[in-house]
T-cell receptor, first 114, second 109 residues
């Protein structure tokens, strides 16, 4: 089935450790996104990429890094510089060719810093 | 960047009642999208509005885009327990999609 796969679903990390969240899509979408969601909050954009080997910062990029070496993959690294990393992380993709350009989301990765 | 304000933040609804959630912007929008996120789930696309004054219906859901393209609304009639969740509006700004804070809907049987 086509879709977006995020892993791991749950992740625990000690303070000072970097952690990488995986996001893979087989929808042949050009654009991919990472959002952060805190309890009772909306979605805040961390990074997005419209094409392979290119990405742009969103509204809260500090303490995060990404890469886009392949069309289907857009991993997010939460570095030790991120002051409050405990959150629900959502990856999404969209097709530039679709009229609506709606986002298709993965099921999310819930990160808890101990 | 564009900012969209959603009101109310929370909405408690008795099953069978109607309710409306609003999305407002200080600037003119090219289009607006609506998403629904069930508790514990991920956002799912509902619809996109593009034209001034546009109205679209999906069963019990009615979506409207304001004449000035600065606001939008989602009206749900005869609320059911399956309507529980958070409803987000989102606007496209260049290559990115910016989301409102959402309206969290709780349905009481």
């Amino acid at each position: 089935d086509g879709g977006i796969t995020q892993s791991p679903k749950y992740l625990f990390r000690k303070e000072g450790q970097n952690v990488t969240l995986s996001c893979e899509q087989n929808l042949n979408h050009d654009a991919m996104y990472w959002y952060r969601q805190d309890p009772g909050q909306g979605l805040r954009l961390i990074y997005y990429s419209q094409i392979v080997n290119d990405f742009q910062k969103g509204d809260i990029a500090e303490g995060y890094s990404v890469s886009r070496e392949k069309k289907e993959s857009f991993p997010l690294t939460v570095t030790s510089a991120q002051k409050n990393p405990t959150a629900f992380y959502l990856c999404a993709s969209s097709s530039q060719g679709r009229k609506t350009g709606e986002l298709f989301f993965g099921e999310g990765s819930r990160l808890t810093v101990l | 960047g564009q900012q969209v304000m959603q009101i109310p933040q929370y909405q408690h609804v008795q099953e069978g009642e109607d309710f409306t959630t609003y999305c407002n912007s200080s600037t003119t929008l090219s289009n607006i999208q609506w998403y629904k996120q069930r508790p514990g789930g991920h956002p799912v696309f509902l619809i996109q509005l593009v034209k001034s004054g546009e109205v679209k219906k999906q069963k019990r859901l009615t979506f409207q885009f304001g004449e000035a393209k600065k606001n939008s609304s989602l009206h749900i009639t005869a609320t059911q327990t399956t309507d529980v969740g958070t409803y987000f509006c989102a606007v496209r700004e260049g290559g990115k999609l910016q989301f409102g804070a959402g309206t969290q809907v709780v349905v009481t049987p």
